[in-house]
């Protein structure tokens, strides 16, 4: 079980970004995936999670800016951001777990490399 998150860099408040979680030696849609990030001397904080039974979860922050998403074919996991803050400024990871989707990253059982996203003027 692999996870290669992609697609941090730099970027100005106000702009966008996308991140990507490829999966790799298991099939995504049998999993929840969750998006965490964290920033220097912070603890980790998830951010997004998607599958299990329940609807997408979203950080309160999050609502209306992020949006998660799901490529079946590309057994992919996309997370859009969108409207960024300076705040945002944090590493991003990518984990999977199964059945149900937690905000805890404690819950979590497969881990991505992280990706840095910092939104500066």
């Known amino acids: 079980v692999q996870l290669q998150a992609s697609g941090g860099g730099l970027v100005q408040p106000g702009g966008s970004l996308r991140l990507s979680c490829a999966a790799s030696?298991?099939?995504?849609?049998?999993?929840?995936i969750g998006w965490f990030r964290q920033a220097p001397g912070k603890e980790r904080e998830g951010v997004s999670c998607t599958g299990g039974s329940a609807t997408d979860y979203y950080a309160d922050s999050m609502k209306g800016r992020f949006t998660i998403s799901r490529d079946s074919a590309k057994n992919t996991v996309y997370l859009q951001m969108n409207s960024l803050k300076p705040e945002d400024t944090a590493v991003y990871y990518c984990?999977?777990?199964?059945?149900?989707?937690?905000?805890?990253?404690?819950?979590?059982?497969?881990w991505g490399q992280g990706t840095q996203v910092t939104v500066s003027s």
């Open positions: 984990a999977a777990r199964t059945l149900h989707c937690y905000s805890d990253y404690l819950k979590y059982n497969y």
């Open positions: 030696g298991f099939n995504l849609d049998y999993y929840v």
